[in-house]
């Protein structure tokens, strides 16, 4: 896989043309993904599931972050933070081989590049927030060395 930022920044842009467009899924990969990932099969298939799996967990995502922002409404949120953190989200529940750090820094740098000058901020508070809260109801699946930082009694067995 040449560069996960890259497909990330790719699925981000495919996650905002479903929603700004209301485009459906299959078009979004046809159009968005495929033509600046095709040459890289195993990034293909990470962007792929990167997208699917966040339309997937949208309303897990949106749980999670209306439970850690405060005197905010969600909708009222910037949408690419919000599509962003969805991703993270995403990322913490379905990409077991990904550690959440790397995940959050990822997603604190996309959401610089993309968003506002205060999104890498918020977006880190909130993931911070979501991985406790994660890690405190052993909903962490991660396991693996560098992937959590736990004490072993907290870790979820597999």
């Not at 953190?85 to 913490?92: D, K, Q, T």
């Not at 508070?125 to 890690?135: H, K, P, Q, R, T």
Request: aromatic share 6%; proline share 3%; with cysteine.
């Amino acid at each position: 896989m040449k560069n996960r930022r890259g497909i990330r920044e790719t699925t981000l842009q495919a996650l905002y043309a479903h929603q700004a467009g209301n485009e459906d899924r299959e078009h979004v990969i046809a159009s968005v993904i495929k033509p600046k990932v095709e040459d890289d099969k195993e990034g293909l298939r990470f962007a792929e599931r990167l997208f699917l799996k966040t339309l997937q967990t949208a309303e897990i995502a949106d749980n999670e972050i209306e439970k850690h922002i405060e005197n905010w409404e969600i909708n009222r949120l910037a949408v690419i933070d919000r599509l962003v953190l969805r991703m993270a989200i995403c990322e913490f529940i379905h990409f077991d081989d990904i550690p959440p750090k790397v995940t959050i820094n990822e997603a604190i740098e996309i959401a610089k590049k993309f968003s506002t000058a205060k999104s890498g901020r918020f977006v880190n508070g909130i993931l911070d927030a979501v991985l406790e809260s994660f890690s405190d109801e052993n909903r962490m699946t991660k396991s693996g060395r560098g992937l959590v930082n736990q004490s072993p009694d907290n870790q979820k067995s597999r």
